[in-house]
């Protein structure tokens, strides 16, 4: 990928059907799992105002496959009554106020997405993917892959929030190389392609490609880990307002925050709570489950700050050498298991220094998977944004009370993460899968 933001050739028409087919069965597998470990009871339990029942989850991803796919590309009748397509309507109804519809229970529910699935997968082979926009590309399939990846990550969510023994299970990560990395890297000065118009599934905050001069700056060669943590609660961080946004400062006093969310002290150990097992938090991953307050509480105290988005996507995507603009930090190919922490193949982040086969040309790690990192921007349209093919996919978001989140985390999927992929979120939430990384301005000279 060049600074034009261009991709490789596009593959055969088969290849992006067999493709499809392989991100649909993957997320579908995830679905199952997530939604099959627990019984009926806890599907239809909300565990969480802050989340929806499992349940809800389940037929939606089934709702939105059949509105967009069988209905808007196949010109299908609906499956169900027209009343189901409220019920699973997020703008309609709050998250908190979802256990009290009259949903589809889990045998119906897994019986309408097995329905809808199977009738999708007879539509793929007969839609043409040239010559309609919604199609091009085998984009809408590939919008509803991601749409399911991200419930997935949300259902985990309420996974970690609900109470009772794990149902969970999955091998740890790797460990970090025993490498000593500098503790911050220079990220030079200069203009880059941000965002994209090429690639084919992107969504539409991603768009348009557009140039970005962004002076020289200095980022945490990896995300701050729980022990630099666990200094900044030491030092009083959590009582002391220099540090806080007056918002921020506001919200700690009035909820009680003391340490991040699922964290407890025990004697001398901070103990969390992770998918059911109470276990000491290890030093060496990154820190998780912070909102953004507490994220530019800390960099603050550290003698810093949180990034902008257009300099983690820099640090990210372009090659200082060569001047290319690549898709992750280790080139176009796609995520691999040696190169990122993604697709809940491990049930928590990677010690911090992981994956150097990810790593960045500067040499920064772990800027895609393990934890979600905060940015210091606002959620904002780039220039000559086009809300598409919905406005309430991105702009209704757009906003101050919005801030934005980069890179995925171990919960995200391949398909739903690359280095142009935005997220957002208040800046009170602290059940996401979120941590951050540290940035600070360069000196004169330097760069």
Known sequence: MTEHDTLPDRPSDDAVRARIVDDLTRARRRTALLTEAVDDDDLIRQHSRLMSPLVWDLAHIGNQEELWLLRDVGGRDPLLPETVDQLYDAFQHPRADRPTL???????SRRYVTEVRGKVIDLLERT????????EGGFVFGMIAQHEQQHAETMLATHQLRQGDPVLHAPAPPDAPDVRLPPETLVPAGAFTMGTSAHPWALDNERPAHQVQVDAFWLDTVPVSNADYQDFIADGGYDDRRWWDPAGWHHVRTVGLSAPLFWRRDGRDWLRRR?????????DEPVMHVCWYEADAYARWAGKRLPTESEWEKAARHDPVTN??????????????DRANLGQDH??????????????PLG??????DVW?????????????????????SEVFFGPEYKVLRGGSFAADRVACRGTFRNWDYPIRRQIFAGFRCAR???PGEG
């Open 102 to 108: 009259p949903l589809l229970d889990p045998a119906a």
């Open 128 to 135: 043409p993917l040239r010559g309609r926009r919604l199609t």
């Open 275 to 283: 998918f059911g097992r109470t276990e000491v938090v290890p030093a």
């Open 324 to 337: 290319d603009t690549r898709q992750y930090p280790w080139g176009n190919d796609d995520a691999t298991p």
């Open 347 to 360: 049930l928590g982040p990677a010690p911090v220094g992981a994956y150097p086969a990810g790593a960045s």
């Open 364 to 369: 920064i790690r772990q800027l895609i998977g």
């Open 373 to 393: 990192e905060w940015t210091s921007s606002d959620f904002a349209g780039y220039p000559g944004f086009a809300a598409w093919p919905y406005r309430e996919y």
């Open 441 to 443: 301005d360069s000196a």
